[in-house]
Nanobody, 117 residues
């Protein structure tokens, strides 16, 4: 069982920045895919950004050009740099990682991001 611990959420004004971190309890080299999703009140959870073990990153259209996903294999950590934040980015952000091609997907506990106008 992989434990994922997110941090970095908080309250920020529109136009500001935050960096979320997701630390895994084991090496992320075994993960085939990692990503960040978010869920706003009354809405379905949506994928915000993804980064495969090997390959290119991808983003939801709503965050392209503003958010950047990255990883540090040595620290077993995935990051989400969020710039030019908007009130509509307000949500609970969840980290997830998938082990291998057919393995389990693990989720963090979520971190709240609130953007004030």
């Amino acid at each position: 069982q992989v434990q994922l611990v997110e941090s970095g959420g908080g309250l920020v004004q529109a136009g500001g920045s935050l960096r979320l971190s997701c630390a895994a309890s084991e090496s992320i080299l075994s993960m085939s895919a990692m990503g960040w999703s978010r869920q706003a009140p009354g809405k379905q959870r949506e994928l915000v950004a993804g980064i495969p073990g090997v390959g290119v990153t991808h983003y939801a259209d709503s965050v392209k050009g503003r958010f950047t996903i990255s990883k540090d294999n040595a620290k077993n950590t995935v990051y989400l740099q969020m710039n030019s934040l908007k009130p509509e980015d307000t949500a609970v952000y969840y980290c997830n990682m998938k082990r291998g091609t057919y393995g389990s997907t693990y989720w963090g506990q979520g971190t709240q991001v609130t953007v004030s106008s």
